[in-house]
């Protein structure tokens, strides 16, 4: 049956491949675009010494890092929210709807109000509550939940008690942003808005091991996903066990989300768009959506992120706006479109 | 998926003495979602080959039948078995892999196109990490010609009519190679082509390969043309069992319908059928 829509391997690959050409190009170029003119060429030379290599500074420590931030976070947040929309079978999931991101909120902004900074030497107070909340999040919203007889979720009750819960956190965290002082409210102003200028690599070697591994898991239930996608009662009939994909997905998908979360903050509509993006470049498969995705995510981010340091510059745009900004309008148009 | 009495060494025919072919018994029953009993005391042996057509009211528990034979539900009370062992005791992906089941409508939420559906049902032989190979391709593809879907099989499920979805559902189901089909309402919302269309599509399965076949369904003429067995359901309980001619008799589907019923034989092949008796209240 030689049909060119439907999965084979050389079809796989000539995609996948795309994607991480793409992806290795946003990555390459991204570190040379800014304020200060840079030469790769300089930044690479390895006869002049790194401290007395302005170029070679301002890629590597300036910029860089921050790059790789927002692609780990661009891919954590596109695969999460390409699986969420899987499990849950709708299209306006994404990976905040089971109340990841509020809960991480909730966790950050009583860390900025008690002003917390240090809690073991090393470990920055912030991102380590906003993951806590976060985990808080999830535990709380399946323990809302009563599985059914083969014990898989009900979908639509697990959307209501994350919505429940994303209400509850919000209201949590702007309480707790009336009790601060004008600094902290700053503060928490700021990490609400997302953010991905770090300046320091301990930051992305604390969450990539969680991105890598959830994302590894989420890539080898992908058929799964695509039977489950069509119904829980046929997916059955298909022999796929949905009760432990359902665990299994929801778990690795909000982990991701928490890690990427804790440290960027909630930066919206990322985890919503891409997933539709790519499903309309590529179809709905998710043996290549999942990964096609996480490249393609990386590179949006990556290119919002950018745009968002250099378009006003020496003002920056934070990329949670921007991103909310971009991505607003481009889903309008995508459902008016669709009917 | 060994039984209980294999396992234990002991005679492993049924306890109870009846027809140790039975594909698949159901004994003693009972199912009830949240408090409210959907199915009491059902006892019910289907044969490889037979042709079984599940009627009855709405709400008498035809859909909860086929979802517990087909292992989608689980038993409340009482035991299911397919070929001697309980339902229970297989792996998801060996039931499926003899047991396959049609919803009786399955809308998707993402832009699949009719050939990738019809590839889920080869799901229960694959490993993670895999794609469809040749073998895959091939058990499709004869899929596809049974059921004459082959003609738009790169277009996009939502995109097809209704009847056309259905038989791809059918096709699905057939790259499963199960030995038994359960469908749910199969010729709901279809009009009459489609709904012999789908039925013809079915008995040649039945005749040529065999395929064990139980269907809900709400058309009692149809149910008589077609199957070889029906099972009256009522309220949770099997009113009656048997071929068309004795089920379909005017005192017990008066009884269980609640209206007048006039039943006339079809000159041509002698089936059944049914029509609402009583004078036309609008008319009259």
């Known amino acids: 049956m030689q049909n060119p829509d439907v999965m084979n391997r050389k079809r796989y690959f000539l995609a996948l491949g795309s994607f991480f050409i793409l992806f290795l190009a946003a990555l390459a170029a991204a570190p040379m675009i800014g304020p200060t003119k840079i030469s790769l060429m300089k930044a690479l030379a390895s006869d002049t010494d790194f401290s007395n290599n302005p170029d070679a500074n301002i890629f590597f420590l300036a910029r860089l890092p921050r790059v790789l931030l927002a692609a780990l976070t661009g891919a954590a947040l596109s695969v999460a929210g390409v699986v969420f929309q899987a499990l849950l079978r709708n299209n306006l999931a994404a990976p905040f709807t089971l109340g990841v991101s509020s809960g991480a909120a909730l966790g950050a902004v009583i860390a900025i109000r008690l002003g917390l900074s240090k809690v073991f030497p090393g470990v920055p107070a912030v991102p380590l509550a906003a993951f806590t909340g976060a985990l808080g999040a999830i535990v709380l919203v399946f323990s809302l939940v009563r599985t059914r007889r083969r014990g898989e979720f009900p979908t639509s009750v697990l959307l209501l008690a994350g919505v429940t819960v994303n209400f509850f956190f919000a209201a949590m965290v702007m309480l707790v942003h009336y009790l601060s002082d004008i600094t902290q409210s700053f503060q928490i102003v700021r990490w609400l808005m997302g953010g991905l200028d770090i300046m320091d690599y301990e930051t992305l070697v604390s969450i990539f091991p969680l991105v890598f591994l959830g994302v590894a898991v989420l890539a080898y239930i992908a058929r799964d996903l695509n039977v489950i996608s069509t119904g829980v009662e046929s997916a059955l009939s298909r022999g796929v066990n949905v009760a432990g994909v359902q665990r299994t997905g929801f778990i690795a998908a909000s982990l991701i989300t928490g890690g990427v979360v804790s440290v960027s903050g909630p930066i919206t509509f990322v985890g919503l768009i891409v997933p539709h993006i790519v499903r309309l470049l590529v179809g709905p498969d998710h043996r290549l959506l999942i990964p096609a995705s996480m490249f393609f995510g990386a590179s949006f981010l990556i290119a919002c992120d950018t745009l968002g340091r250099t378009a006003i510059a020496p003002t920056e745009i934070p990329v949670g706006v921007l991103t909310a900004i971009l991505g607003g309008p481009f889903f309008v148009w995508l459902l008016k479109r669709k009917r | ?284």
């Not at chain 2, 359901?233 to 319908?257: M, N």
């Open chain 2, 1 to 284: 998926m060994m039984g209980n009495e294999l396992k234990s060494g002991k005679n492993p025919e049924p306890p109870n003495g009846t027809d140790s072919t039975a594909l698949i018994r159901l004994q003693e029953v009972s199912f009830s979602y949240e408090k409210s009993p959907v199915l009491r005391d059902i006892a019910l042996d289907i044969q490889r080959g037979e042709f079984v057509g599940v009627i009855g009211p709405n709400g008498a528990g035809k859909s909860t039948l086929l979802k517990l034979m087909g292992g989608i539900l689980q038993t409340g009370r009482g035991q299911c078995s397919f070929k001697g062992h309980n339902l229970g005791s297989y792996k998801r992906k060996e039931l499926a892999r003899s047991i396959s089941w049609l919803p009786q409508e399955n809308s998707m939420v993402f832009p699949f196109r009719v050939l990738e559906v019809i590839l889920m049902g080869r799901h229960p032989y694959l490993s993670a990490l895999t794609f469809e190979g040749a073998e895959d391709f091939r058990i499709a593809r004869r899929a596809m010609d049974l059921t004459d879907t082959s003609d738009f099989a790169d277009r996009f499920y939502n995109e097809i009519s209704g009847g056309e979805k259905q038989r791809v559902m059918i096709a699905a189901a057939l790259t499963q190679e199960s030995e038994m089909m359960l469908l749910d309402e199969p010729t709901v919302s279809l009009d009459i082509k489609y709904q012999i269309e789908i039925l013809n599509i079915l008995q040649r399965l039945n005749s040529d390969a065999g395929l064990t076949l139980a269907l809900a369904l709400h058309d009692l003429h149809l149910a008589s043309k077609y199957c070889s067995r029906l099972v009256l359901l009522d309220q949770g309980k099997i009113v009656k069992d048997g071929p068309p001619h004795l089920v379909l008799q005017k005192a017990i589907l008066e009884k269980v319908y609640g209206i007048e019923i006039r039943i006339v034989s079809d000159p041509d092949d002698g089936s059944l059928m049914v029509f609402p008796g009583g004078p036309c209240k609008i008319r009259t």
